[in-house]
């Protein structure tokens, strides 16, 4: 018992690497074969952008998705096929071996959070209850199957958490400054494989202004200045690579790069900027623009998708914009990708000055996302937010083929379904109240807390367009807030029961 109990998270750790491998393995099992790449991860219509390129450049020594456009040498930044590529080089198998990696990532994962949670808050019962339900349940392992930055970023960024707390424990400068610099340097990696995590940027700064403060202004910038650039080292360099291939900045995340001669148009863009004003999920959009591009591409320019696009509009819209003036707007979306048609059938790439016929189709948009968001701004700038916030908070998170298909029905999976519904629901918004109440938290929790709050800002008010994945990496941080409240109410509650 003795032994158990000193061991206890290390005996944690060693099995969540087999029960996440147990949870992926059965998924794909059950997945059906056109799901599934070389019966070992899980297809999706994104990662042949992130696998391509490590692909490619063993065989022609340039880093590029195939394909003749500018843009196929930047569409992802390099991060994830980096750590493909690793694999490719060393392995006949090298799905295999990246899934295991990454759940091998996952299980060192469970360690950093347990120790996030111990310097915390000194309550090891929650710790190691709160460690074992991230650990040994379903509840954080659906993409470790995935060939996507989702299947390692969550425990990175558990990692640069870890290593920032590690600093600020130290007494001794230089085991203070190690620490830094590897936080810095996990940071970089984080960064340049999925650039939108870095606001948690910010907790970089934070901690250092914080441990550094009372050594002395000149000594805290020097520390700044110094992790910072080790923290913005690997970005830099890809942005000067595609700067000296271009010419021209060309963004973190160049999906709508000119000469692309896919669906991401620049129309597109402006499009998805004005659903986005009532928030249209992802998937509605997706289900007539698709259809509406791939048949403009073949020549088909059909008014039935014309109206099916203006069906799933709001009634308020409609009426106030005029079915006209819409239908109007996406004929011209429809005469720009006729446009598109002749690079597109010559598969080369859209010249880089956008079309003229491209750029009043944009205008159009812009005219009546601006009328949108005048006339109805509440909608626009509370009402839109809000509901991007209850779509990416109130679900189970249990997104894996067998928990929303196979055994979906089953009592054991719906008692599951409600019970991470409730567990994930209550981090979301045990994040607002935590804002509210900081004085009582450790500054360290409150920091990753304010950090968290920026990246969700983000995605509710600007992105807006959201799949279940992109809180998958802050979501363990989350659950830290919510463990670490629940104990300080707890302990509130035995000191009034019980006083000294």
Not at 176 to 181: E, H, I, M, V
């Amino acid at each position: 018992m003795l032994f158990l109990k000193k061991n206890i998270i290390w005996i944690i750790c060693f099995l969540s690497f087999f029960t996440a491998l147990f949870y992926n393995q059965l998924n794909l099992n059950k997945l059906p074969d056109t799901q599934k790449r070389e019966n070992t991860t899980v297809i999706t219509k994104d990662d042949y952008s992130y696998l391509n390129p490590a692909e490619t450049y063993l065989k022609t020594g340039e880093w590029k998705q195939e394909g003749n456009s500018m843009q196929s040498y930047f569409l992802r930044p390099p991060g994830y096929g980096i750590f493909y590529l690793f694999f490719l080089k060393i392995s006949n198998t090298p799905l295999l071996l990246l899934k295991l990696a990454q759940i091998l990532l996952f299980s060192c994962s469970v360690f950093w959070l347990y120790s996030i949670l111990s310097s915390i808050f000194k309550h090891n019962t929650f710790n190691l209850t709160t460690t074992a339900l991230y650990a040994l349940t379903p509840f954080f392992t659906s993409f470790l199957s995935y060939t996507l930055t989702e299947g390692v970023t969550p425990a990175l960024t558990l990692l640069f958490v870890y290593l920032l707390i590690a600093a600020t424990k130290r007494e001794h400068n230089q085991q203070k400054n190690t620490f830094y610099l590897l936080a810095a340097t996990s940071f970089s990696i984080l960064l340049i494989i999925r650039p939108p995590l870095g606001f948690l940027g910010a907790l970089l700064p934070i901690f250092i202004i914080t441990d550094y403060w009372k050594t002395g202004l000149l000594k805290t910038l020097t520390k700044l200045i110094l992790f910072g650039c080790v923290a913005f080292s690997i970005m830099g360099v890809w942005q000067f690579r595609n700067y000296k291939l271009t010419g021209s900045y060309v963004g973190l995340h160049a999906i709508y790069y000119p000469d692309n001669n896919s669906i991401y148009r620049p129309t597109f863009q402006e499009y998805w900027n004005f659903v986005g004003g009532w928030a249209q999920e992802g998937a509605e959009a997706h289900s007539y623009m698709v259809p509406m591009w791939k048949a403009a591409i073949k020549g088909d320019t059909s008014e039935i998708y014309i109206k099916n696009a203006i069906a799933t509009f709001p009634k308020k819209v409609v009426n106030h914009i005029g079915t006209k003036r819409l239908s109007g707007v996406f004929r011209q979306y429809q005469e720009a990708t006729l446009h598109q048609k002749k690079y597109y059938d010559k598969n080369i790439p859209m010249p880089l000055e956008i079309p003229a016929i491209e750029i009043a189709c944009v205008d159009s948009f812009k005219a009546i996302t601006n009328e949108f968001k005048k006339e109805f701004w509440f909608d626009s700038f509370i009402l839109a937010p809000l509901k991007v916030f209850k779509i990416m908070s109130f679900h189970s998170n249990l997104s894996a083929y067998i928990f929303q298909n196979t055994y979906r029905g089953n009592w054991l999976i719906e008692f599951l379904r409600v019970l991470f519904f409730g567990i994930h629901s209550l981090c979301f918004l045990m994040l607002l109240m935590s804002l509210f109440c900081f004085k009582t938290l450790d500054w360290r929790l409150t920091a990753i807390n304010i950090t968290v709050f920026c990246y969700l800002f983000y995605l509710c008010y600007f992105q807006r367009g959201i799949e279940e994945r992109y809180t998958l990496p802050i979501l363990a941080l989350l659950l830290i807030n919510l463990s670490t409240v629940n104990a300080l109410v707890f302990q509130k509650i035995q000191l009034r029961r019980n006083p000294r």
